[in-house]
């Protein structure tokens, strides 16, 4: 499998965020909202202060320049399964987002963008 394959990426301007908000709170995670306080937003926190368990899924462990540890990006289980085919790209836009995630007093919030793999894509990914 290619290295760089994932199921998620970051735009520019999201591991630039990533990199301010690391060096305040220290290491970091995304959970991918389902849609409840703030639609389906990820959730930045720092590492561990939301607690995953058996019914969350890890998709990726994201390597970010100047970040000492890579960012878990986890979703819950029933979630992924609706979600298993897509590639996730988180990037930053203006506006305020949940309360609880680290970016909301910065202006700005996270959003994901979406597209479908592709046939090779989720083969080599198991999807």
């Known amino acids: 499998m290619d290295k760089d394959l994932s199921r998620v990426a970051l735009t ?13 709170h220290g290491n970091l995670m995304f959970h991918q909202s389902g849609g409840c306080c703030d639609g389906s937003s990820p959730m930045c926190y720092p590492r561990g202060e939301f607690r995953t368990g058996r019914s969350d899924v890890l998709l990726a462990e994201l390597d970010v320049d100047g ?16 979600w298993r ?8 836009v203006p506006g305020r987002g949940s309360g609880f995630s680290l970016e909301a007093p910065e202006g700005v919030r996270f959003l994901v963008r979406s597209r479908l793999l592709s046939d090779e894509e989720a083969g080599a990914l198991g999807g």
């Open 12 to 24: 520019p301007a999201a591991a630039g965020l990533l990199r301010r908000l690391s060096a305040e």
């Open 67 to 82: 970040v000492d540890e890579p960012i878990g990006f986890w979703m819950a289980a029933d979630q992924f399964e609706r």
């Open 85 to 92: 085919h897509t590639h996730l790209t988180v990037d930053v």
